[in-house]
């Protein structure tokens, strides 16, 4: 079988034409038998009409074997040979020599004198064609004269089917090849667009295709299309992250390499010399929180597949977060409160304790980096529905009195790397909000994000009280 797919397609139409070509001529061949039968049977009937007169002359005369003689002598010597017979009244056959042939001819009883009639017989194992007309004469002893021929209509339709045959072949397969070439062309060509543009993808000079060709070509097209333009996406997505981890990397490695050349080459002593160590930590810190955080967004990859959920309670989680960063809002002069009272207490649903813990976590250090000394932060949750499923569901919000987002940056704050400004951005990497997102989005839920009256901003995360998994 052919490897190319042009190749599959014009052996396809080749063999499908000869196909055609051999049932049509099969058809022809019955019907051309089926004509010369009734051309040969014709031309006995003539034959048996024109004898007729000389042959009843022949009976009024008394010269009926010579005449019957003469004439069986005559047609003997034509092209084709005709035989001549004497039909008896039970059909056998009977020659004017006293010869007896195995073959009958059956004269139907109610056949009228001189009518003629014709068909075919076997005579010694062969098919014969004849024409008898009938005379009912009882001084003949006989019923008919017949005059039969071998039936030759099979050797002459196959010999017309074969002299037409290679001229309606040659056309059928030049007309099969033709529309085979066209049909492959229209699915060929897409397809090795799709494969030059494909082999284009590592260096992404890809444009979009033009949609072409038959419906299932169009939509691999259609999907090639999509595909190259989630892979551009991609690309600058990673181009842009690049970009900022070169950003985020630089600051803290240049004060830790200025600082540690200071505290090398003795520039740094005594209180410097402490700050400059505390400046390295510091810069240390964050760079370990960065790693940190990427490392949870290449572990959310997994989906819901990497999630383990428990029953909780928000109030005991709101509780526990409160307690974990008492100490860092007393160091930013803020106060962390839960909001709810009662009610929160009395909310459960189940999700990963770990990933609730970091979207909380994420969520109160960056409104403590946004709150000003002595402003407030405050958490919350309450029974919701699912937007767009109406499923129960818990919503925890972490709200602060800081600046709030810029205008517009109420739907880019969930995108990684992504900074509001320096006022909410503080030393962060703009990766906490993006694994917030993504942590509720594993989980079936949603992110959002809005600033509040008269001012401040609310971060909120919807989570179902069963996780879709």
Known sequence: MPRSLRGRLLGAFLLLALAILLTVGGALFVVLRSLHADETESGLRGIAASVLPQVRESIASGDFRGTVLEIRDRLASGDP?????????????????????????????????NATISGATTIDGERYLYAATVLRQRALAGKAVAFVTLDRSGAQALADVVRRL????????????????????????????????????????????????????????????????ELAALRKRESELLADLRHDLRTPL????????????????????????????????????????LGALERLREGSAGLRPEQLNAGAVL????????????????????????????????????????????????ALAATPEGGHVWLAAQAVTLEGEGRPAIALSVTDDGPGF???????????????????????AGL?????????????????????????????????VVPRL
């Open 254 to 293: 240049t004060v830790i390499g200025g600082f540690a050349a200071a505290l090398a080459d003795g520039t740094a002593i005594g209180d410097d010399a402490a700050r400059a160590a505390r400046a390295i930590e510091e810069e240390a810190a964050r760079l370990e929180r960065l790693v940190g955080e």
């Open 406 to 428: 810029p205008p517009g940056a109420g739907a880019r704050v969930f995108e990684r790397f992504y900074r509001a400004d320096a006022a909410r951005s503080g030393a962060g």
């Open 319 to 366: 509780a526990s977060t409160q307690e974990r960063f008492a100490a860092s809002a007393a160091a930013a002069g803020a106060s962390l409160e839960v909001s709810g009272g009662s009610t929160t207490a009395t909310l459960g649903f189940a999700a990963d304790r770990l990933a609730v813990e970091r979207i909380l976590g994420n969520l109160v250090a960056n």
């Open 166 to 229: 290679p001229a309606v072949l040659l056309i059928g397969g030049l007309v099969g090849a033709i529309l085979a070439w066209l049909l492959a062309s229209s699915v060929t060509k897409p397809l090795a667009r799709v494969a030059s543009a494909a082999a284009g993808l590592p260096a992404g000079t890809v444009e979009p295709l033009p949609l072409e060709g038959p419906e299932e070509i169009r939509r691999l097209i259609g999907t090639f299309n999509a595909m190259a333009d």
């Open 81 to 113: 040979p005709i035989e001549t017979y004497i039909v008896g009244v039970a059909g056998q056959l009977r020659g004017l020599d006293g010869s007896a042939p195995p073959g009958t001819i059956v004269i139907p009883a109610d056949t009228a004198p």
């Open 432 to 464: 906490g909000l993006a694994i917030v997102r993504e942590l509720a989005e594993a989980h079936g839920g949603t992110a959002h994000a809005e600033n509040v009256a008269p001012h401040g901003a609310r971060v909120s995360v919807v989570l179902p």
